[in-house]
């Protein structure tokens, strides 16, 4: 909404790296953001950084091209109580100390509006914990944005046990007004994300301790091969598409050398004996009707043509650059 009477009034607690991007991938969407900070000379600090940034993003084609004159005059820079005071939706993003997250949530939620909803960035602390600070937490919830926060698309929200459902379709609505795609997930530890993403870590850098392979090497097999087709399909749509029965006979075989650590999963076992083997049976984890089969493959080729031109046209990440020069 950028009309004057409607416009949306959001305030961003912790203007650093995160809190900052999110400033922006707010005020682009058209509301006004207010950033704060440890005091008002940061946040005017951080205020100026996010225009520059803002200037080169435009310059790089990164952002649309005023995006920086839209960010001057939707972001201000205040205090804490001056930031939160008539904002609808407050995201902390200061940094990933318990105690400095529940000193700040407890100074939001005494100068904001009662009825404003709260969110938090975290990456790991448990929302219910970080709730035992907040003023009606029925109002706050995790609102995780991922980092660099202007161009990751996904956003998990984090309910926890008492947070209003109004209040999550309300924060639906604000995140993707900003043009971003968000999942609703439970307050457990790690959420998805960072599950997720340990996990793979986890298995990358046994293997590395076993000397199976380099870091290097196994960067080049997760890009090259199965996160070659993340951006378009999750572990399920994946699973279904090889097939419900391989995935258990694959898990069979690591059972050999890894008897707990790959032992079947539950749901896996009982979709196989159900006869449920994914798209070639038409159910699975996501029951894709076997008749779409066709078109979800041509689909697939599409996507992964297109992944394998983009990434010539961009050319290797620098890192790699200086590591293939040695
Ligand atoms: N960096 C990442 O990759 C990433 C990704 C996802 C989530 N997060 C989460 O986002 C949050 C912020 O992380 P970050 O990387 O932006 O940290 P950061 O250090 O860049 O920013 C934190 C900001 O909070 C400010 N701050 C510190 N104490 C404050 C206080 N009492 N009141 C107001 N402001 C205060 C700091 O001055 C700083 O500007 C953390 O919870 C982190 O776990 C980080």
Not at 276 to 289: C, M, R, W
């Amino acid at each position: 909404m950028t009309n004057r009477e409607t416009r949306s009034v959001y305030a961003v607690v912790g203007s650093g790296y995160m809190g900052g991007g999110i400033a922006q991938a707010l005020a682009l969407s058209g509301a006004e953001v207010r950033v704060a900070d440890v005091d008002l000379e940061v946040a005017r600090s951080n205020r100026e950084r996010l225009i520059t940034e803002a200037q080169q993003y435009s310059r790089e084609g990164l952002f649309p091209d005023h995006a920086a004159d839209t960010i001057a005059e939707q972001l201000t820079a205040a205090t804490v109580e001056d930031a939160v005071v008539g904002a609808s939706f407050i995201e902390e993003a200061v940094p990933e100390k318990i105690q400095i997250k529940h000193t700040t949530l407890a100074r939001i939620s005494a100068a904001a509006d009662p009825t404003a909803i709260i969110g938090t960035n975290t990456s790991t602390i448990l929302i219910r914990e970080l709730a035992e600070a907040v003023t009606n937490p029925a109002r706050f919830l995790g609102v995780h944005f991922s980092n660099p926060a202007p161009f990751i698309p996904g956003v998990e929200l984090i309910p926890h046990d008492h947070t209003k459902p109004s209040v999550v379709a309300s924060v639906e609505r604000i995140i993707e007004s900003t043009g971003k795609q968000i999942a609703v997930v439970k307050d457990a530890v790690g959420f998805v994300l960072n599950r997720l993403q340990y996990a793979l870590f986890h298995e990358a850098t046994q293997l590395v301790e076993e000397g199976v392979a380099t870091p290097d090497d196994i960067d080049t097999i997760v890009r090259t091969t199965f996160g070659f087709r993340l951006p378009f399909f999750g572990p399920f749509a994946i699973a279904d598409m090889a097939g419900l029965d391989v995935y258990a006979f694959c898990y069979a075989s690591l059972q050999t050398a890894f008897p707990e650590r790959f032992a079947t999963p539950q749901i896996l076992k009982e979709l196989v004996d159900a006869g449920a083997l994914g798209t070639k049976s038409g159910a699975g984890f996501l029951d894709i009707p076997a008749d779409r089969t066709h078109e979800l493959t041509a689909y697939r080729n599409k996507a992964y043509v297109a992944m394998g031109e983009l990434l010539r046209e961009l050319g290797p990440a620098p890192a790699r650059v200086a590591e293939r020069g040695r």
